[in-house]
């Protein structure tokens, strides 16, 4: 079962194994839905269809995301609706259409602050952060990252907080604020090297190589490209 998801600013991945896992699951949710289960049963099928189709068919999963929310509404489940929204704030990010990615995570993150869902809040935060990142709000986006990585690292969230503290460094780059950009890349980077996150960690020396490239340090900018 999916849960909440949020991005790397640089994630470099391969999507490949990740669409063939999906379209496995795809086929299964498919066959049980043939089946006509029961109305919580159908919309829970709805919402984890919009989220495996995500990866593969962004047009799939936005069509059956609208039918989650249908059903998610009639039954008056909120949970399964800041759900949804937010797996859409997904989809449209991958289709870099950041106006629709923004206004799900918003309805997303409204729910959830009615429910008191701290987690959720703050895992939405550092998706909208992304996007105002990518729309050119660094005061936004720092704003958003902070919140999210405050309370991460709070509730011991860290797998959380080094994927944050990675975007942040990427984020204070950008603002050419090499030594906090560095110290937060450093964060992450720790995190992520004593619990072999090898895909986030990769992003991470990325950052820091990128860094020291910026401060003309092209030895230790040589060191982490190789790492």
Known sequence: MKKYFFFLIF????????????????????????????????????????????????????????????????????????????????????????????????????????????????????????????????????KSYLESVDYFEKTNNLGAAAITNANIGSLFMDLKNYSKSMSYAKKAINYQEENHQDIGLSTSYLTMGNIYLKLKDTLNALKYYNK
């Open 11 to 142: 994630l470099i991945t391969t999507f490949s194994a990740i669409a063939q896992n999906a379209s496995d699951i795809i086929d299964n949710l498919k066959k049980e839905l043939s089946t006509n289960p029961d109305a919580k049963r159908t919309a829970s099928i709805y919402s984890d269809l919009t989220w495996y189709y995500s990866n593969i068919a962004t047009d799939s999963a936005i069509s059956y995301g609208n039918k989650a929310i249908a059903e998610s509404i009639k039954l008056k489940d909120s949970v399964l609706l800041a759900q949804v929204y937010s797996d859409l704030g997904a989809v449209y990010f991958r289709k870099t259409d950041y106006t629709s990615s923004k206004a799900n995570y918003l309805t997303a993150y409204k729910i959830r602050k009615i429910r008191n869902d701290k987690v959720g809040m703050a895992k939405i935060a550092a998706n909208l952060a992304n996007i105002y990142n990518k729309e050119n709000k660094k005061t936004l986006a720092l």
